[in-house]
């Protein structure tokens, strides 16, 4: 049974450019969250995708947009990137019955 | 909202001290609880949960007890070890169906034990 899965494991964008992380879900669940962590702080939703649809969006702007694919993969773009989207974003994938299991994280720098 | 305080970090012990992380929330209903931990570089790890009041999660060593009279989940462990030195998380989900549910985290306590 292979874990959750993230790509890339870091990235460095300038301001104003575009950026697009991936998640690959736990063999077996249908659900992935994605959460931004910023320095010192604990992690905050972004917004969760359940069967391809979004189920849930926390308090972030709509330039933050995902995607979640037929195989349950997910994808999370950020748009017009700001100098405060630097941070470790997180994945976790979970079904119905299971808890959250975190991906190692993707830490965007912006400059 | 819902919401989770955080016993304030870092926190510093010697190797085979005991350790206790306060953690209390704010929440509609009945949430599950949960201790994620973060080592160095690396995502969060689930540690343990409780789903209901008066369950006690445990894992390697570590316990922690949810406590609806006092809106509490305080992290504890009677001897800690080097390797525990990681970043602690306290979280909650809304429902007991927490698969589909978002985590409130807590801003996290940093534990290092020194040998």
């Known amino acids: 049974e292979t874990g959750v899965t993230q790509s890339p494991t870091h990235l460095i964008k300038t301001r104003g450019q575009q950026v697009t992380l991936r998640c690959s879900s736990q063999s077996g669940h249908n659900t992935v969250s994605w959460y931004q962590q910023a320095l010192g702080q604990g992690p905050q939703f972004i917004f969760q995708y359940y069967r391809e649809e979004e189920n849930g969006r926390g308090n972030f702007p709509p330039r933050f947009s995902g995607l979640q694919f037929p195989n349950y993969s997910s994808e999370l773009n950020v748009n017009a990137l700001e100098l405060d989207d630097s941070a470790l974003y997180l994945c976790?994938?979970?079904?119905?019955?299971?808890?959250?299991?975190f991906g190692p994280g993707t830490r965007l720098t912006v400059t | 909202g819902d919401s989770v305080t955080q016993m304030e970090g870092p926190v510093t012990l010697s190797e085979e001290a005991c350790l206790t992380i306060?953690?209390?929330?704010?929440?509609?209903?009945?949430?599950?609880l949960f201790w994620y931990v973060q080592y160095p570089g690396e995502g969060l790890q689930l540690l343990l949960k409780?789903?209901?009041?008066?369950d006690k999660g445990s894992n390697k060593g570590f316990e922690a007890t949810y406590r609806k009279e006092t809106t509490s989940f305080h992290l504890e462990k009677g001897s800690v070890q080097v390797s525990d030195s990681a970043v602690y998380f306290c979280?909650?989900?809304?429902?007991?169906?927490?698969?589909?549910?978002?985590?409130?985290f807590g801003t996290g306590t940093r534990l290092t034990i020194i040998p």
């Open positions: 409780a789903t209901k009041a008066d």
């Open positions: 976790a994938s979970s079904s119905d019955e299971y808890e959250q299991y």
């Open positions: 306060n953690c209390t929330y704010t929440a509609t209903g009945y949430p599950s």
């Open positions: 979280a909650l989900s809304a429902s007991a169906f927490f698969g589909n549910e978002k985590l409130t």
